[in-house]
């Protein structure tokens, strides 16, 4: 069956543009995470929705990054007024519990490059 | 706070040798622990984890980790690796319990030689 996949995977985005960032989960599952991975390091937790309520958003980095989930599956990061530090691989992974002993399962990620 | 860290950033090994890669966490309270591998221009893939019970768990591809609660550590071993296994990996950490938000550490470059 399907995984989970995200588009486009790699974007440019000059300084100061909008971007918006998708990512399509497993079928039914209920969890869906978005973690930001930077070069050389391991991924970040950026924000969490069990079907379509946003219950943790303690790792967006400023209020210029925005997720959203309006019909419990398909999500959408957006990321205003990109900066340079915004480049990064942002990563999704849908998880069919809402238990954390449950695997995820990871996207390919998106890679954004600010110039 | 929870965090992970990965002792080594990078592993050259020779095919069919032994590895090791090791992990220590802290945590303030009860933790589930992972290993995923992340192949180059791939999502990241579970490779095993541990909730409970024997402290020696098995995964995919032949490797396994043991659960260390006194010195807080989850090392990744395989008793033979193959070109194959040339991967990073990832060591991560959730709250127990809770919905699986992952602490990861900075992972660690495999690279198996021939």
Known sequence: GAGVSQSPRYKVA?????????????SGHVSLFWYQQALGQ?????????????????????DRFFAERPEGSVSTLKIQRTQQEDSAVYLCASSSSRAGAREQYFGPGTRLTVT | AQSVTQLDSQVPVFEEAPV??????????????????????????????????????????????????????????????HISDTAEYFCAVSDTPGYGKL????????????
């Open chain 1, 14 to 26: 000059k300084r100061g543009q909008d971007v918006a960032l998708r990512c399509d989960p497993i």
């Open chain 1, 42 to 62: 391991g991924p970040e937790f950026l924000t969490y929705f069990q079907n379509e309520a946003q219950l943790d958003k303690s790792g967006l980095p400023s």
């Open chain 2, 20 to 81: 090791e890669l090791r992990c220590n966490y802290s945590s303030s309270v009860s933790v589930y622990l992972f290993w995923y591998v992340q192949y180059p221009n791939q999502g990241l893939q579970l490779l095993l984890k541990y909730l409970s019970g024997s402290t020696l768990v098995k995964g995919i591809n032949g490797f396994e980790a043991e659960f260390n609660k006194s010195q807080t550590s989850f090392h990744l071993r395989k008793p033979s690796v």
């Open chain 2, 103 to 114: 602490t990861f550490g900075q992972g660690t470059i495999l690279t198996v030689h021939p």
